[in-house]
């Protein structure tokens, strides 16, 4: 039961591990005032991913359950979830699992009356490959993040993944007809984790530009960079806090990749020991210097303080992360303020209900019920736990779907006219 709750996590904790790695920050107690009372310059977005407990099975799962009246977009960042069928887009079989799989999200997504962001990559959770293939096994969809070697070159495409892609992309945005789509998501990890290799993607993005511009030109298109990566901050990066020479040499890296915003990926929680605030230009500077309209494709904060068996699976409780209600709150107030201020129309707030119950998040070691414990004991051994916590209460609503503290920040934002 243990490896097949690996198998079946393993793309959601990798990703979450990495941008443990790669986010930096802490809430700012001097926080900018609201601007423009009753008018916001952004959509309001979160994605539905939920984990789906029973008493034998633990499954990843987009659920819609309490998103109604409460978004003006949905966020489909499908691929590190579910897949990309490439055999298929590469003029292979139907992948009918997957395709079931997609026709729910767009039935519920339809359901909801809402717009679509539709998040899009090639690149694997970890960033330094391909993405997961979907595969079809006995009507079930199966997923193999093993199929392809690391630091792909999608120039000499010997694959044929390069036109899968194009292929895959142009079915996506037609079967979902988005708002606003990502060709690429957190690039810039691509290029410190495979730097000879990145020129081919910025190639390959280019041309899936192009190919969407022709055939829909007001579509806004634009890849994601992780602000924690590009500022180069922490114990490991180039440049102190404030210092701006690493931002603007990574900068200058991206300029060859064709896009009308800047995408940002921003997690600054998991880095809270860098500093005790938020640098009031921690966003602001991205587009200063960058000179384009910057919007958020995720970003989030958890509510709760993370205690776990620190520093290895067997050793005492020790609590590694700080946060409450509040520092949600201020995090939130930080982000829709400076978003606004930016005039970004995007803003996608990564949960929008908890995908971990109370007693989960606050219990160590675990007591909670049925199957719970044996997650807990899994993402434990791998390291991933302290991150899995805070991941799983950066919602608005609990668990349960109740409104947590943070709700009535989100309300008052989410009843402001779009100008």
């Given at each position: 039961m243990k490896q097949k709750i690996r198998r079946t996590l393993v793309i959601c904790f990798l990703l979450i591990s990495v941008l443990l790695m790669l986010s930096c920050g802490h809430s700012n107690s001097d926080q900018a005032e609201t601007s423009s009372a009753g008018n916001r310059s952004f959509y309001l977005a979160s994605v539905p991913v939920q984990f789906e407990v029973t008493d034998?099975?633990?499954?990843?799962?987009?659920?819609?359950?309490?998103?109604?009246?409460?978004?003006?977009?949905?966020?489909l960042h499908t691929d590190n979830f579910f897949g990309l069928p490439w055999d298929e887009f590469a003029g292979g079989a139907l992948v009918q699992a997957w395709h079931t799989v997609m026709n729910q999200i767009k039935t519920e997504v339809e359901a909801l009356n809402v717009g679509v962001y539709l998040s899009l990559t090639p690149l694997s959770s970890m960033r330094n490959g391909i993405a997961a293939k979907a595969l079809d096994q006995g009507g079930n969809l199966l997923i193999d993040?093993?199929?392809?070697?690391?630091?792909?070159?999608?120039?000499?495409?010997?694959?044929?993944i390069r036109a899968a892609y194009l292929a895959y992309v142009r079915w996506m945005v037609?079967?979902?007809?988005?708002?606003?789509?990502?060709?690429?998501?957190?690039?810039?990890?691509?290029?410190?984790?495979?730097?000879?290799?990145?020129?081919?993607?910025?190639?390959?993005?280019?041309?899936?530009?192009?190919?969407e511009k022709a055939i829909n030109p007001d579509l806004?298109?634009?890849?994601?960079?992780?602000a924690g990566g590009l500022w180069d901050y922490g114990d490991s990066g180039q440049c102190e806090v404030g210092d701006t020479t690493c931002l603007v040499a990574n900068l200058a890296l991206q300029d060859s990749i064709k896009r009308d915003r800047f995408g940002v990926s921003a997690y600054p929680i998991f880095m809270q020991w860098e500093w005790e605030g938020i640098p009031?230009?921690?966003?602001?500077?991205?587009?200063?210097?960058?000179?384009?309209?910057?919007?958020?494709?995720?970003?989030?904060w958890g509510s709760y303080p993370v205690t776990v068996p620190w520093p290895g699976p067997d050793d005492e409780c020790f609590q590694v992360l700080?946060?409450?209600?509040?520092?949600?709150i201020e995090y939130m107030q930080f982000l829709f303020s400076q978003a606004d201020e930016l005039g970004s129309d995007l803003v996608v707030w990564w949960s929008?209900?908890?995908?971990?119950?109370?007693?989960?998040?606050?219990?160590?070691?675990?007591?909670?019920?049925?199957?719970w414990c044996l997650l807990y004991d899994t993402v434990n051994e791998d390291g991933l736990l302290p991150?899995?916590?805070?991941?799983?209460?950066?919602?608005?609503?609990?668990?349960?779907?109740?409104?947590?503290?943070s709700y009535a920040l989100w309300h008052e934002w989410r009843n402001r006219t779009i100008q």
């Open positions: 034998s099975d633990i499954r990843i799962v987009f659920d819609f359950d309490g998103f109604a009246g409460k978004v003006d977009l949905i966020s993040n093993q199929w392809c070697p690391d630091c792909y070159n999608f120039d000499t495409d010997a694959d044929n037609d079967f979902f007809d988005p708002i606003f789509l990502t060709h690429g998501i957190e690039v810039d990890m691509y290029m410190d984790a495979c730097p000879y290799e990145y020129n081919s993607l910025i190639n390959l993005l280019n041309e899936v530009y192009d190919q806004p298109i634009f890849p994601s960079f992780t009031q230009d921690y966003f602001s500077a991205l587009s200063e210097l960058s000179g384009e309209r910057v919007v958020f494709c995720e970003t989030g700080t946060s409450s209600d509040d520092d949600q929008l209900r908890d995908y971990l119950f109370e007693q989960f998040l606050t219990s160590c070691p675990c007591d909670s019920p049925g199957l991150a899995f916590l805070m991941w799983g209460s950066m919602g608005v609503m609990d668990y349960n779907g109740q409104e947590k503290a």
